[in-house]
Antibody, heavy 120, light 108 residues
Framework: QVQLQESGPGLVKPSETLSLTCGVS?????????WAWIRQPPGKGLEWIGS???????YYTPSLKSRVAISENTSKNQFSLKLTSVTAADTAIYYC?????????????WGQGSLVTVSS | SSELTQDPAVSVALGQTVKITCQGD??????SSWYQQKPRQAPILVFY???NRPSGIPDRFSGSNSGNTASLTITGAQAEDEAEYYC???????????FGGGTKVTVL
């Protein structure tokens, strides 16, 4: 059974960098699939942040591309999200998830989500 | 454009059928996927592609596509189907993923 679990600070100061890690169990991230980050501001809808292929290629949403980086730590079977220069607008529940491809994107496994609040 | 449009809310009587729609240019080229999200829970995939339902999802959930519109139908809605439903697809302007704004389904 594939499981994903987000971890990281729940509070980040404005202008600093948000860093989250997604630990994956039950499947090796190097074996296949894409590994994604999605966020959801309180009371609002879902927003795709970006995805990383199993070979390390990355794809980001245009509105965040200048501030975001997704990377892998294959030795720990984890992938990470870094979002720089955060503001209150980046306050959200951050989810990590898996999907099979970029043509038909079906996010079949999700983490439980990690609430990150941006505040001084 | 890279937008998906959903009706904000819809209601259905217990045991009846409800159809949730999602409109967007990208749906003319790419299949959609549908997610159910209950309060304080992560989304779960309920339908995707031309005709794919993940294991464990009841067969009362079905999907269809026509032109720039994708639909999710719940046939015989149950109380536990009350949730927010989001559509998603690849964006038409490149390697990106887009979500609709969500439809709140209330089961009366």
């Amino acid at each position: 059974q594939v499981q994903l679990q987000e971890s990281g600070p729940g509070l980040v100061k404005p202008s600093e960098t948000l860093s989250l890690t997604c630990g994956v169990s039950g499947y090796s991230i190097r074996s296949g699939y894409f590994w994604a980050w999605i966020r959801q501001p309180p009371g609002k809808g879902l927003e795709w942040i970006g995805s990383m292929s199993h070979s390390g290629s990355t794809y980001y949403t245009p509105s965040l591309k200048s501030r975001v980086a997704i990377s892998e730590n294959t030795s720990k079977n984890q992938f990470s999200l870094k979002l720089t220069s955060v503001t209150a607008a980046d306050t959200a529940i951050y989810y990590c998830a898996r999907h099979e491809g970029l043509f038909l994107v079906a996010l079949d496994y999700w983490g439980q989500g990690s609430l990150v609040t941006v505040s001084s | 454009s890279s937008e998906l449009t959903q009706d904000p809310a819809v209601s259905v009587a217990l045991g009846q059928t409800v159809k949730i729609t999602c409109q967007g240019d990208s749906l003319g080229s790419y299949y959609s996927s549908w997610y159910q999200q209950k309060p304080r829970q992560a989304p779960i995939l309920v339908f995707y592609g031309r005709n794919n339902r993940p294991s464990g999802i009841p067969d009362r959930f079905s999907g269809s596509n026509s032109g720039n519109t994708a639909s999710l139908t719940i046939t015989g809605a149950q109380a536990e189907d009350e949730a927010e439903y989001y559509c998603s697809s690849r964006g038409s302007s490149g390697n990106q993923v887009i979500f609709g704004g969500g439809t709140k389904v209330t089961v009366l």
